[in-house]
């Protein structure tokens, strides 16, 4: 079966990799014609992997109608910002071609100014028919782990359980193990609000805090992206599963987590411009930090902790007084869902 694979970033590459080692025909589609020559000659993507050997079989393009010719699935492995540009491009291709493929999106994040979900950027862009065919691809999976087939476990998740199955069934192996959840809404919001607790946990990290300030700020973080996901229609149960705690675990807690990295970088001083800067890869963390400061106020959902971070990232607040502010917060129920 033939897997199209748009962004030649380090998940990209790594799971055009995977999908090639399950015995599937692969085509990356990337932008810079250095990183696909040097993917189809070297077999390696350096800036993104330093170390990992992509098997030869992966073949990288520029050429968006070559990569998507005969595709069963395509999927988006672009940062969010990017998302509504490559999905018009795509849709304007299988719009001639009349081509009906599955979508696949291991995007994570929220879109600035719209706040929109990837599922919902998707539902602008597509006809109903090929919006309705999308799996969201998410859960606690980094890419320099996978590359060396570390086990790892992830939900996809769709309003049709049959194509959520089909995505299964091409990406399962003996180090990758995939669940399905038909509830989107609750695994694209735990795979994108994560991204924002994670900065802080990288600062605390950075501010030099210990284990337990870390599991209280995961904890709390959890229970703020669930309460603005079940406002939003969530299965509150999704929020304790792989693309939930999983995730939002992993993210906090793994010195390749390029969100939890820039938080380390600012708890030890650094300035934010410096660190996006130097780390040469998405931090999805900084813009969705601003579409939930967004969405939070919109829905009348309190989110302290991003609350904290996007005054951190956008205000130039001091994270000592912002730390301050969340310890002076009047004591509150730890269940405190507006249905409790
Ligand atoms: N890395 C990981 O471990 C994981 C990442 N994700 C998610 O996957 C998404 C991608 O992340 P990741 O691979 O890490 O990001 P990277 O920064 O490593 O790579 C992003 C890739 O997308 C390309 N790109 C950006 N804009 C465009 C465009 N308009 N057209 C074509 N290609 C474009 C970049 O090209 P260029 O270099 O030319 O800018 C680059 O190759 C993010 O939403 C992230 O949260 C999810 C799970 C794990
Ligand atoms: O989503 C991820 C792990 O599941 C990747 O996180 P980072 O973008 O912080 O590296």
């Known amino acids: 079966m033939k897997i199209a694979v748009l962004g030649a970033g380090s998940w990209g590459t790594v799971l055009a990799d995977l999908l090639v080692h399950n015995g599937h025909q692969v085509m990356l589609w990337g932008n810079s014609q250095p990183v696909a020559d040097e993917i189809n000659q070297a077999h390696t993507n350096r800036h993104y992997l330093p170390e990992f050997a992509i098997d030869p079989a992966v073949e990288a393009s520029l050429d968006l109608e070559a990569t998507l010719a005969d595709a069963a699935g395509i ?3 672009i940062p969010t910002a990017a998302m509504r540009i490559v999905a018009k491009q795509v849709a304007a291709v299988l719009a001639k071609t009349g081509a009906k493929p599955i979508l696949i999106s291991a995007t994570k994040g929220l879109e600035q100014n719209s706040h929109k979900r990837i599922s919902q950027i998707i539902g602008d862009e597509f006809p109903a028919e090929l919006a309705q065919s999308l799996v969201i691809f998410s859960g606690p999976s980094h890419a320099e782990d996978v590359a060396t ?3 790892t476990s992830l939900t996809v998740a769709s309003e049709n359980i049959k194509d959520a199955e089909w995505v299964q069934g091409i990406f399962m192996n003996e180090y990758f193990r995939l669940y399905t959840n038909d509830d989107m809404v609750g695994v ?3 795979g994108a609000l994560k991204n924002v607790i994670a900065i802080g946990a990288g600062v605390l990290h950075g ?7 870390k599991a209280a700020l995961i904890t709390r973080g959890i229970a703020e992206i669930s309460r603005l996901g079940i406002e939003l229609g969530a299965n509150p149960l999704t ?3 792989l693309s939930g705690i999983g995730d939002l675990i992993v993210t906090c807690t793994s010195v390749h987590s390029r969100n939890w990295r820039c938080g380390n970088a600012l708890g030890q001083g650094q300035k934010l411009a410096d660190v996006l800067t130097n780390m040469g890869m998405v931090v999805e963390g900084v813009g969705t930090a601003k579409a939930a400061h967004e ?3 919109q829905c009348n959902v309190e989110m302290p902790i991003s609350e904290s971070i996007y005054r951190v990232l956008y205000e130039d607040a001091d994270v000592h007084e912002e730390i301050d502010r969340l310890m002076q917060r009047k004591g509150k129920r730890e269940l405190d869902f507006q249905r409790y």
Do not use: P, Q, R
């Open 188 to 190: 694209e919001l735990g």
């Open 75 to 77: 999927l988006f492995v």
């Open 149 to 151: 087939h570390d086990i």
């Open 239 to 241: 929020f304790m599963g």
């Open 295 to 297: 969405l939070s106020a």
């Open 207 to 213: 501010l030099g805090y210990g284990d337990n300030t």
